[in-house]
């Protein structure tokens, strides 16, 4: 047990290390230059070329990369070109918001879709196994600003029960965001939703037709006992990393949707970022992006090791 987590941990650190030069990399490729978007279309070149240097962008893309690796061990993600503000503060402060959001969506589309999961697995091809499916179907199709939009057409203007749009900066406290909340989360919920349905049913269907199953249902056992002591710790297996990566979209997708709802979260940091050409911040967000994508594959790893036994007996049968 203890050779498998030393071998995912080292994998994971392996791809943390290649993502941080693929972000370093995608981000000196961006069209533009931060020195002439903070100067103006105006300024002279000589002015240009004396900000690039004070602001080192004139040194080699390997020094630079190797002192911005070595400072983000540290925690330290250096300082917005455009504001001037500690990245790793200015970063934390749009994290928490969206890991608010985050947080509501997952309860509520992990909870959720295990159980509809479930119920459209026992209940194959009825009425109930098809109207699940069918909802999963129209939710993996449709993009997550198409969601917010109409979810803002019903609940923020023909019926004003949430607000529209967040007014409230980074600094906001939770009791400020939280009726901003769940329009995105819902948003975002229904589309991560149908992914886990989908993977639970099928999930579901396969365990319940294998051969431990039929036996424990031979024995007399009762189908309560049988979906949850048998059926289930096997179904969740295969959904466990399809779960972890639509955890690590959230990253991705809440950026979309924060834009939708001008919520102050990290995507809509992003994109600002990206607007104003501020290398820094876009790094270290892509960063942190790389590191939640990593953390929770490492997760569902370490929790499909915990379902399955042959995982964690592995080593001492050998």
């Known amino acids: 047990m203890l050779s498998f987590i030393a071998r995912r941990t080292i994998s994971a650190l392996g791809t943390l290390l290649l993502a941080s030069v693929l972000v370093?990399?995608?981000?000196?490729?961006?069209?533009?230059?931060?020195?002439?978007k903070i100067l103006g279309k105006d300024a002279t070149p000589d002015a240009v070329a004396g900000l690039r240097e004070q602001m080192g962008l004139d040194r080699p893309a390997w020094e630079r990369y190797l002192d911005w690796v070595e400072s983000a061990l540290h925690g330290d993600f250096g300082t917005s070109l455009v504001s001037g503000k500690p990245v790793a503060t200015e970063a934390a402060a749009h994290l928490g918001n969206s890991a608010l959001i985050a947080l509501v969506t997952v309860l509520f589309a992990v909870t959720g879709a295990l159980v509809l999961g479930v119920l459209a697995g026992l209940y194959?091809?009825?009425?109930?196994d098809h109207l699940i499916s069918t909802v999963s179907?129209?939710?993996?199709?449709?993009?997550?600003?198409?969601?917010?939009?109409?979810?803002?057409?019903?609940?923020?203007?023909?019926?004003?029960?949430?607000?529209?749009?967040?007014?409230?900066?980074?600094?906001?406290?939770?009791?400020?965001?939280?009726?901003?909340?769940?329009?995105?989360?819902?948003?975002?919920?229904?589309?991560?939703?149908?992914?886990?349905?989908?993977?639970?049913?099928?999930?579901?269907?396969?365990?319940?037709?294998?051969?431990?199953?039929?036996?424990?249902?031979?024995?007399?056992?009762?189908?309560?006992?049988?979906?949850?002591?048998?059926?289930?710790?096997?179904?969740?297996?295969?959904?466990?990393?399809?779960?972890?990566?639509?955890?690590?979209?959230?990253?991705?997708?809440?950026?979309?949707?924060?834009?939708?709802?001008?919520?102050?979260?990290?995507?809509?940091?992003?994109l600002t970022s990206v607007q104003n050409r501020d290398l820094p911040v876009i790094q270290a967000v892509a960063l942190i992006s790389a590191v939640v994508y990593v953390v929770c594959n490492l997760a569902a790893d370490l929790g499909s090791m915990a379902l399955n036994p042959k995982l964690r007996t592995r080593g001492r049968t050998r």
């Open 24 to 36: 370093f990399l995608a981000v000196q490729a961006l069209p533009g230059d931060v020195a002439t």
């Open 124 to 128: 194959r091809d009825r009425w109930a």
């Open 137 to 270: 179907l129209v939710g993996m199709s449709i993009p997550e600003f198409v969601v917010a939009t109409v979810l803002v057409l019903c609940f923020s203007i023909a019926l004003p029960w949430f607000p529209a749009v967040v007014l409230y900066g980074p600094d906001a406290s939770v009791g400020q965001l939280l009726p901003a909340v769940w329009l995105p989360a819902l948003a975002l919920a229904t589309v991560m939703a149908a992914y886990i349905v989908r993977m639970a049913r099928t999930s579901v269907i396969d365990v319940m037709a294998s051969e431990y199953v039929t036996t424990a249902r031979l024995k007399g056992l009762s189908t309560w006992r049988v979906v949850t002591r048998h059926a289930l710790p096997g179904a969740l297996l295969p959904t466990l990393h399809v779960i972890a990566l639509n955890v690590a979209w959230l990253v991705g997708g809440v950026a979309v949707v924060e834009n939708v709802f001008n919520y102050p979260g990290i995507g809509k940091l992003l």
